[in-house]
């Protein structure tokens, strides 16, 4: 049985506090926990610096190649993943300037922490 602060996992299962949920994801130096999807860059998570127009700063972020377990965006903002191992997140970069953002979701606790989880996808 794995622990950690938010969350418990039992049998492969993890569970979080109720009404934790569809809470907001913690933030990092006061940014928010966003996925961003770009018109060619594809999809993206992280905490957001700053956007001007459709260009989107994102700190501490990885690129959601290949994701399972969640039917949509929307389903992954906020619910996270349920079949982490076969999801393909490549490692964390410190920042990244996505140019042509047309969508940003805000993430709950639960999603950042699944995606966080994700073991880093490399060839």
Known sequence: MKQSINEIEV???KYVPK????????QFDGLNYVIVR???AGVFAGYL???TGQ??????????Y?????????QLAEEGVSKPQNC?????????????SIEILPCTEKARLSIAEVKTWQV
């Open 11 to 13: 049998n492969g299962v």
């Open 19 to 26: 009404g934790k949920d569809n809470q907001q994801a913690e």
């Open 38 to 40: 770009t018109y060619s």
């Open 49 to 51: 610096k700053d956007r």
């Open 55 to 64: 260009e989107v700063v994102l700190l501490k972020a990885r690129r959601l």
């Open 66 to 74: 290949y994701w399972d377990g969640a039917a949509t965006l929307s």
């Open 88 to 100: 393909k997140f490549p490692c964390e970069v410190s920042s990244v300037l996505l140019l042509q």
